[in-house]
Nanobody, 116 residues
Framework: QVQFVESGGGSVQPGGSLRLSCAAS???????????IDWYRQAPGKERELIAT???????NYADSVKGRFTISRDNPKRTVYLQMLGLKPEDTAVYYC???????WGQGTQVTVSS
């Protein structure tokens, strides 16, 4: 089963930026390259929300809440997916997770806190 480890979270002020990383293991280069990987987030008291997707051949998709501010990218040889977050807002505060589509096991996530 593929495993994911998220990192790069932290505390920033509104308008700040962060770059999250999602490292996959127990997956071959070919399988990873052909996979769809999603970033999710879960704010306190709310359901987990799908916010960004990367698919083979450069296909990406974003939730309206992050479109224009977040950018998803991938490095297949490193089996890593990134989420560049710019213009962060307090409502972006959440635990961020990555997973394959369909989902495999969930990692621990990485906390992002945006406050002044």
């Amino acid at each position: 089963q593929v495993q994911f480890v998220e990192s790069g979270g932290g505390s920033v002020q509104p308008g700040g930026s962060l770059r999250l990383s999602c490292a996959a293991s127990r997956v071959s280069f070919i399988a990873f390259s052909n996979s769809i990987i999603d970033w999710y987030r879960q704010a306190p008291g709310k359901e987990r929300e799908l916010i960004a997707t990367t698919a083979p051949y450069g296909v990406t998709n974003y939730a309206d809440s992050v479109k224009g501010r977040f950018t998803i990218s991938r490095d297949n040889p490193k089996r890593t997916v990134y989420l560049q977050m710019l213009g962060l807002k307090p409502e972006d505060t959440a635990v961020y997770y990555c997973n394959s589509s369909p989902p495999s096991g969930w990692g621990q996530g990485t906390q992002v806190t945006v406050s002044s």
